[in-house]
């Protein structure tokens, strides 16, 4: 028997109605390429993203074109989210980090009309022009005054908007049309396309939005430091419209001192980014003495938090919710908020505890198999390959079947490349992405799990456990370690501190000091890279 409710479908237009109606002084704050800083509310953008609608369809958008962006944290960026998926067509963000040649291969593969940039893209963009579609046109988003010469043939973002009404019709269409691409930075081989739709855009928003209470409620400010060309800054410009939480945009400046500036300047509770970007904001909090203004909560993911950088967080009075996610899942998988009788644990259990990413959303599935795809147990002993199935999560990749093909298993589920384990009250250790994994003599070693104890060494600002070939067990681990400070920490410092965790087979065989570590394009540490960097490099035991 079927139920007898009504059936709308679900539409991201109707999260910023909802936000103009119910949360309309809600403010998105930019800091601008124009070099100020920006405020607005959600009352009203919604009238400038109505604009910008009507503008895209004079400009000849039609439901199902893929309109690119190329653009910084920022309230145009947030409004072509909206406008663009409001009248049915794609919103394409593109990652600027990205490679030149992948660039060209993502446009293209994507066949974008329309491609919408921040002036600091400009010579990026004119460099690439003659390898880009003929008819590809580019709309710069900014003002008149602000506008460049530039050997493209650029239209002007405001003129867009200009002369439009400021409310719209929004078209009805099914819940399942795409709205949204963004694709994965393509370690291997091609960047693949992830195409999100309005149903699974709207329920992640809502299950997000229920996992993580703390920064998103009603009245706070929160900072996506990740960027809205990476999964859809994980979904908070959704999010935030839902609850009424206000934005804070950063543009492009994501060092230490221009994080910590804008946000106790704005008194952000909440600020979300990869652990990367931690780094510089911590080491700034050492230097001021203090934390930010009001700064209570932050969510790490995208990357392994390390512990030290939970413990740092923590003492200092900030709540750590460590997130497990990928592109592939809209992206939020997991969640690290501890359950409240775990919330008052001592520090070190409490910071034991945030080291796994959590326990599921609500809407996401997790199972862990062996290498014949047998299922395993969530004892918190077993660790297999990790898949998910979901209403958010992708069952395949825009226009390539063969990756489709090869995503997913013979019952639906998604294959994450990561490896696993789920104790029996659901809390999820990510091992190490399959690839990343050290093969030594046929035994397995985790490189998060080295990592994370060399990350606490004091003199240690950021350290990579990799595989380089070794002629008798395969692989062996190296360590490639950044030092703090001009004092790097000894070899055999760093070995006497892994050796009180691991055993002797599991250390590494050559620890080596460098001034950086290669980051991929979406802010993480590149082991694809370092891996080659260090391909050759002789083992002291290697014969
Ligand atoms: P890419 O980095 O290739 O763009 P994603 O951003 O989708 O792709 O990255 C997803 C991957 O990042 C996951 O499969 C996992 O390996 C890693 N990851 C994300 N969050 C965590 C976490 N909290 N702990 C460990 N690994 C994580």
Redesign the pocket.
Known sequence: MQGMMMNRPLKIADILSYAADVHPSGEIISVRTEGDLHRTTYGEISKRVAQLAHGLRDLGVEPGQRIATLAWNGYRHFELYYAISGIGGVCHTINPRLSAEQMIYIITHAEDRVLFLDVTFVPLIEALADKLPADLRFVLMTDRAHMPKSTLDLLCYEEILEGHPTSIEWPDFPEETAAGLCY????TGNPKGVLYSHRSTVLHAMSAAIALPEGTASGRKILPVVPLF??NAWGLPYITPMTGASLVFPGPALDGKSLFDLMDQEGVYSAWGVPTVWLGLLGQIKEEGRLPDGFKDVV??????PEAMIEAFETAGVNVC????????S?IG?QGNLPYPMRDLPLAERVAAKSS?GRRIFGVELKIVDEDGAPLPHDGKAAGELYVRGNTIASGYFNNPDASAAAVDKDGWFG???VAMIDPTGFLT?T??AKDLIKSGGEWISS?DLENIVMSHPRVASCAAIAVPHPKWDERPLLVVVPEGDQPPGQEELLDMLAEHFAKWQLPDDIVFADTLPL???G?VSKLTLRKIYANHALPDAG
Do not use: N, Q, Y
């Not at 790490?300 to 938090?305: E, F, H, L, N, Q």
């Not at 460590?322 to 899942?329: C, D, L, P, Q, S």
């Open positions: 994965t930075s393509g370690t990476h999964v790490i993911g995208g990357s392994a938090a460590h997130a497990w996610g990928m592109t592939e899942m992206p997991t990413p994450t490349g990561d990510i190490d992405r998060l991929t394009a979406t993480k």
